[in-house]
């Protein structure tokens, strides 16, 4: 009996670790989980380049339809307003009595008659009503192209603020797993003082403080992914996921040339000298209003009444201007236009002071996204991870180790939003100059984000993404004064190639 109970002794002894089972000496570190997987919405396993993102919103938004349908009813009214109007035809039939001088009776019969009349517009005024629907077809073709800048515009921006809120979420969960790992290892730890109580502490409310801006961010992600979607013309809930972006924002032209472009191609200083050039062209019209329209006649007349008569003949019909010579609709047409010519006054002046002040907002956010650039996010990445080691080694305080994970998501973030930030500023000057978006963002198209991908680029791997196995090749001699020995893995799991020395 004792033979046997010592076998099963023995035998849960060793299968103990391989079930989980605690024993002194053999303490399981468990799996670091930070984020509820069953929290995370699903996301698109295929990234979208933005350029790819822009050109699909220009074929599937619906909205394009509307002014292709305005062009084509600008063209129709083009091809009716120089048509002459229809001819008139009247017909005329009675009975005809007819007598003598004596006032004897001669006879009676069917009298009748026909009447064909065109009426002529000898003023030019269907020429005028011509250049007129020429200018609204002008107006909607430049209609439809600022539409689509504004929406490329638009779109773009959506993109880069859907990228931003998925690295700011990306950052947030690579921290929210370092510290629930670091945290993981802490609790398997014996305690060795009111300080190690206490740092325990202050890294679990840091963690758990990261998952809830995880949560946040999450919720941003998912407004983000809305808002591009409707735009697209799809459901809001279709997974996409954007192509981190290489480009960076180029130097804007100088303000001269930029000015030159925006009195050239902005569209709303275009629809206002349209507007101006067809005010022009009513005042026209309604001087040569006084002056109507001639009408010529041809009839035919037959009458029988004791005898038979026909009547052949043409005739004219034109209206004499006596007493109204369209004076009122002549004033109130130079009104329109001496107010288009104030509006046009004003917008030019506002235009100049819009571009120049987008132009030094695009220039400002430009620099600020410069000079918190990749490197620097990757210098704070770094320093990030570096604080992890060492405090895993006891060589730094647990405060440390939060202001430089802190500091690493403050500077995720002024990249993000200072690229938002440009990108906004560069949208707007598009649309104020017409000049591509692509003049101030160069974009990269999708087989060139695949190539860029090819190459090795790729998101820096959290702590508790590392093979463990790696670590054994930077074991450290030295233990710190609060590291656990049987956790001496645990504290190396996530350096590789690395040797740390305890100042």
Known sequence: MTCRASFLLLAIATLAPAKGIAHPGHEQTPPAAPINAADIPARATVVTPISDIVTQTLSLNPEIRFYENEIASARTRHETAGRWPDPELSVEI??????????????????????????FDFSGRNALRKAIALRQIERAEAGL???????????????????????????????????????????????????????????????????????????????????????????????????????????????????????RENHSLRQFELDLAEQGVALDIERRNAFNDVTLSAYYNEEKAGGKDRFVG??????????????????????????????????????????????????????????????????????????????????????????LQQAYLDIIDTHVSTRVE???????????????????????????????????????????QRPPQESKKTASPEKPAHTHPENEQDAHSTHTNRNIRKP
């Open 314 to 403: 043409l005739g004219v019909t034109v209206p004499l201007p006596l007493w109204n010579r369209n004076g009122a609709a002549i004033a109130e047409a130079k009104t329109r236009q001496g107010q288009a010519e104030g509006a046009l006054f004003k917008l030019r002046r506002d235009l100049h002071k819009d571009t120049l002040a987008a132009a030094a907002l695009y220039r400002a956010s430009a620099k600020s996204h410069l000079d918190n650039g990749p490197a620097v996010v990757a210098r704070f990445h770094e320093a990030a991870e570096l604080a992890e080691r060492h405090y895993r080694l006891g060589t730094i305080q647990a405060a440390t180790y939060l202001d």
């Open 94 to 119: 009675g009975r005809k009595s007819s007598r003598n001088a004596d006032g004897s009776y001669a006879g009676d019969g069917l009298s009748w008659g026909v009447t064909l009349a065109q009426r």
């Open 145 to 263: 192209a600022q539409f689509r800048r504004e929406l490329a515009a638009r779109s773009a921006e959506l993109a880069h603020a859907l990228l931003a809120a998925q690295q700011r979420l990306d950052a947030t969960e690579e921290v929210a797993a370092r510290g629930h790992a670091l945290l993981s290892a802490l609790v398997q730890r014996e305690p060795s003082g009111v300080t190690f109580l206490l740092e325990s502490r202050i890294l679990e409310a840091a963690v758990r403080k990261l998952a809830r801006d995880a949560a946040t961010r999450r919720a941003e992600l998912t407004t983000a992914l809305a808002d591009l979607n409707m735009l697209r013309g799809l459901a809001p809930a279709t997974p996409l996921r954007v192509a981190a972006s290489p480009s960076v924002p180029a130097p804007a032209p100088d303000d001269s040339a930029l000015l030159a472009a925006t009195f």
């Open 422 to 464: 440009a990108l906004r500023a560069a949208a707007q000057l598009s649309i104020l100059t017409g000049l591509p978006l692509e003049k101030f963002f160069p974009q990269k198209t999708s087989q060139e984000a695949r190539e860029r991908q090819g190459e090795g680029e790729r998101k820096p791997e959290s702590p508790t």
